[in-house]
């Protein structure tokens, strides 16, 4: 593919499931821009990939607007914007509204913001999409992580909301997985909890959703819809 394409922003790229779409889009040519809040192995790997990396923190309007002023200064437009950028964090006694705002800011305020002041940079090209990462916990709650659940709750309407918007010309979808690869740390007894509550039981890696993603970029037809990706956890 030409290097003239517009790239595609990956936010909180530097691990996981973002450093994996990352990877797999600069491999099929596609130009990345990633945003990065810790140095990892990652980023630097993708930097010899050909990836522009952009630190960045999300905990405010502020720092988002001033991560929004550094992207326009590397690229006139993008092909899409995912919003992969993520933050967990415990609801501690004393500090709730402080977890809730940050989770808010990370998961709600950054996409909303970027998706309203980079408006003009995906309508440069000729085909644009905007992809929220969400969270499948956000269909029936959780009781134990009552803040995260409701800000990637949010970001599912920010999918509704925006599609409308910017019908015709920016297509706004989101991936809501469930567990999709453990930590090197859990035990088995965890693993073999968590492989239980789908019905198809595997821990699939990062790849399901680069091909989730890959096909709501491809499809011109699929605006305003949250694809889930979830092993069947919804039919156990």
Aim: charged content about 20%; hydrophobic content about 40%; some cysteine.
């Amino acid at each position: 593919m030409p290097s003239s394409l517009a790239p595609v922003l990956i936010t909180g790229a530097s691990q996981r499931i973002g450093l994996h779409c990352a990877e797999r889009l600069l491999d099929d040519g596609q130009p990345v821009i990633i945003s990065y809040r810790t140095e990892r192995p990652g980023v630097e790997r993708l930097r010899g990939l050909g990836a522009v990396a952009i630190q960045a923190d999300f905990s405010s309007q502020e720092r988002v607007m001033s991560f929004i002023a550094q992207l326009k200064t590397h690229t006139p437009r993008l092909r899409a914007i995912v919003h992969n950028a993520s933050e967990w964090l415990a609801e501690t006694e004393g500090d709730e509204g402080d977890v809730f705002m940050r989770m808010f800011n990370v998961h709600m305020l950054a996409p909303y913001l970027i998706n309203l002041h980079c408006a003009e940079l995906l309508q440069r090209s000729e085909v644009a999409d905007i992809v929220h990462i969400g969270d499948d916990v956000t269909r029936k709650g959780s009781s134990k992580h009552i803040a995260y659940c409701a800000s990637k709750a949010g970001m599912d309407n920010l999918t509704l909301s925006f599609a409308a918007r910017y019908a015709p010309g920016i297509k706004v979808n989101g991936i809501a997985p469930a567990m999709l690869m453990f930590q090197p740390d859990d035990d088995a007894a965890y693993r073999a909890r968590a492989l239980a509550k789908s019905a198809l039981g595997i821990e699939p890696g990062p790849e399901v959703i680069y091909q989730s993603l890959r096909y709501l970029l491809d499809t011109p037809y699929v605006t305003g819809t949250t694809l889930t990706v979830n092993g069947g956890r919804h039919v156990k």
